[in-house]
């Protein structure tokens, strides 16, 4: 049972390149989310999709796009990527208030 | 709005000591709260969880009560391993939402020494 699984794991990319990062969960959870990670902030919540077909913003949504592409995969897009978007992004999935299960995260370093 | 403070780290200890970190929160309504443990180059990984006040969660020789009267969720371990190592982090959702979406705390990192 593989859980939640993110591509890639590292990745550099030169200010204003575009990437996707790629999310599935095999937990048939209703719910998704896109985290990042920096150091002495915890983690702050991006986008969420609360079921299949629906997207919503969080906390830090500036820079980034979400899409919803079925139950299982969730992806995250970065259009014009900048320095500030270095860190570690972590997708996740739950069931309500059942506790969210996390990826492995993603590595971004923008030069 | 709804949010976690943990107690600064890093936090320091000897093998076999006594832990406690600290978490409180502010919350509209009754959140559910949870410990996430992330150790060195993975993901978070889910320790424990409450619902409702009162409650105790535990896991693997950790534990943390829910605590409404003073708005807290500590999280204990009698006795620590260096496998214990990690990054700690209090989170809460807020009941009565359609998703799970968690509010997190800053983190505390623990380190324990042989």
């Known amino acids: 049972n593989a859980g939640v699984t993110q591509t890639p794991k590292f990745q550099v990319l030169k200010t204003g390149q575009s990437m996707t990062l790629q999310c599935a969960q095999d937990m048939n959870h209703n719910s998704m989310y896109w985290y990042r990670q920096d150091p002495g902030m915890g983690l702050r919540l991006i986008y969420y999709?609360?079921?299949?077909?629906?997207?919503d913003k969080g906390e830090v949504p500036n820079g980034y796009n979400v899409s919803r592409l079925n139950k299982r995969e969730f992806s995250l897009r970065l259009e014009s990527a900048a320095p500030s978007q270095t860190s570690v992004y972590f997708c996740a999935s739950s069931e309500a208030q059942g506790g969210a299960f996390f990826g492995q995260g993603t590595r971004l370093t923008v030069v | 709005g709804d949010s976690v403070t943990q107690m600064e780290g890093p936090v320091t200890l000897s093998e076999e000591a006594f832990l406690t970190i600290n978490c409180t929160y502010t919350a509209t309504g009754y959140p559910s709260l949870f410990w996430y443990v992330q150790y060195p180059g993975e993901g978070l990984q889910l320790l424990l969880k409450a619902t409702k006040a009162d409650d105790k969660g535990s896991n693997k020789g950790f534990e943390a009560t829910y605590r409404k009267e003073t708005t807290s969720f500590h999280l204990e371990k009698g006795s620590v391993q260096v496998s214990d190592s990690a990054v700690y982090f209090c989170?809460?959702?807020?009941?009565?939402?359609?998703?799970?979406?968690?509010?997190f705390g800053q983190g505390t990192t623990l380190q324990v020494k042989p």
């Open positions: 999709s609360a079921s299949e077909g629906t997207t």
């Open positions: 989170a809460l959702t807020t009941r009565g939402s359609n998703t799970g979406k968690l509010i």
